[in-house]
């Protein structure tokens, strides 16, 4: 798939935390990944409905969001690059000011202190690094849960009722092997039946209680 993007003049969309033709080509791409994974019946999935924030999504990279009602499942798509990361960790890693500050000694007491480099916050070229140290480990990072969601029915004596369903958080970068472990691991949550023990079988599980994995 990711060779019929190649041409593409923003391709491989890193920039999609900043520019919205970039994001959107991010969205078309993931779009093409899922329907090319095996066992994606388009015909069985909708998008997800929910609020939609479009600088949300462009700062986290939520590319898709769909969900099937017969199956159960819901799957969440998101694109990752060494400058969204980079930006991600150095907007939420700014560091204090001094009025913020003031308030934080204010509310645990005068002994609370905090070094001179958590002040600061961390500058671009930190972040930068420790992004690129990121991809190293890339090119997949996978989540499956099992979540709760409620069905309205007026028939029902409740009002409605509550449906399991089993959510996959798959985050990857748009290179050969983030496509080739995206797509193994849609297959692998796509096939019949409940698909935890499957992708915790094919991937390492690095969470308990839930599975976060990265491919081995």
């Known amino acids: 798939m990711i060779e019929k993007f190649q041409t593409h ?11 919205a033709n970039q994001y959107a080509g991010a969205i078309e ?4 990944v899922l329907r090319a994974a095996k066992g994606f019946d ?6 997800r409905e929910r609020p939609v924030e ?8 939520k590319v898709n969001d769909v969900t099937s009602k017969e199956l159960r499942k819901e799957i969440n798509l998101q694109t990752w690059s060494i400058p969204g990361d980079a930006n991600m960790l150095f907007q939420e ?23 001179d480099h958590t002040l600061a916050g961390m500058t671009y070229q930190d972040a930068l690094k420790e992004a690129q140290e990121e991809a190293l480990q890339m090119p997949v ?23 399991t369903f089993e959510r996959l958080v798959l985050t990857a970068q748009i290179t050969a092997n983030g496509e080739a472990a995206a797509l193994h691991a849609l297959g ?9 023990g499957r992708v915790s079988e094919a991937f390492f599980d ?6 976060f994995m990265e491919l081995r």
């Open 188 to 196: 692998l949550f796509l096939e019949p039946g409940s698909a935890l």
């Open 141 to 163: 990072k996978v989540w499956v849960e099992n979540a709760v969601t409620w069905q309205q029915d007026p028939t029902h004596k409740d009002g409605g009722y509550e449906i």
């Open 93 to 115: 890693n700014s560091g204090l000011t001094q009025d913020e500050y003031k308030k934080l000694k204010t509310q645990f007491g005068s002994n609370f202190t905090l070094d």
């Open 9 to 19: 003049p923003d391709f491989p969309f890193e920039l999609y935390f900043d520019r």
């Open 29 to 32: 791409y993931w779009m093409a």
């Open 206 to 211: 690095g969470m308990a209680g839930s599975a």
């Open 42 to 47: 388009e015909t069985k999935w909708m998008q």
């Open 54 to 61: 479009i600088n949300d999504d462009m700062y986290l990279g």
